[in-house]
């Protein structure tokens, strides 16, 4: 008797209100916290993906989920509601990098550090972090980056196979390397770090990558400039 209670006792207890003071300073805080890390990921990031639009996704998740975290954490009742809603909900972003996945909940754990009033924890580990990927960045070996990334789709089967894109790229641009090669029983996708001394070598290597079928679609992806 005394353990039902003491379960309706937890579940009916009213939420402690939070202090709109102490709420303001942690959601500019986690606005700051999660523009920092947007621009260090499009800074020091390694993905092929587009960075600069998916460092944007960073604000929002983390005061998000720094909201839901005030809301919910001084209310049995609510956490479960929260664990209620959540099973419903499907995540379907398209990671397809360890490197977004791993930022993406870097601003996650920044907005449950400041929803749970954990600011100084959460600014030391921050700080430290961004510390981390700065060192990391500056004392990795120096090598020249490519200025482009280049992704070839076509279906299957196809004559435009990837001993052929490797022919046309290589005869154009001054570096080549493939990243990653995703093969479906109807399409294929390959992805490359590619230099390209000038825009006629570009040029170039797009009309023999389109010579190669009507179906081929090219994409370019610019990271540092042509001739940079």
């Known amino acids: 008797m005394n353990k039902d209670q003491t379960i309706l006792e937890l579940l009916s207890s009213q939420s402690v209100q939070v202090s709109i003071h102490f709420f303001l300073i942690n959601l500019f805080l986690s606005a700051l916290l999660a523009y920092l890390l947007g621009r260090a990921y499009v800074r020091f990031g390694t993905s ?13 998740v983390t005061m998000t989920t720094m909201l839901i975290i005030t809301i919910v954490k001084s209310s049995l009742a609510l956490s479960l509601g929260l664990v209620g809603a959540l099973s419903i909900i499907r995540f379907r972003a398209a990671i397809k990098e360890p ?9 996650i754990s920044i907005g449950l550090g400041l929803g749970a009033e954990q600011t100084v924890i959460t600014l030391i580990a921050f700080v430290t972090i961004l510390c981390i990927l700065i060192a990391r960045h500056w004392l990795r070996p120096r090598e020249e980056k490519p200025n482009l990334y280049l992704t070839v789709t076509c279906p299957v089967p196809h004559k435009a196979g990837l001993t052929k894109i490797l022919e046309a790229l290589k005869a154009h641009a001054r570096a080549t390397e493939l990243k990653r090669f995703d093969e479906t029983p109807d399409l294929v996708e390959a992805s490359f770090e590619i230099q390209f001394d000038n825009i006629a070598r570009l040029d170039a290597c797009s009309q023999q990558l389109r010579a190669l079928g009507d179906s081929v679609r090219v994409s370019y992806l610019d990271q540092t400039g042509i001739g940079s």
Do not use: D, I
């Not at 490197?99 to 601003?107: H, I, N, Q, R, T």
């Open 48 to 60: 092929l993906s587009n960075r600069e639009q998916f460092g944007r996704n960073f604000l929002l």
């Open 99 to 107: 490197e977004e996945l791993s930022y993406l909940f870097l601003a």
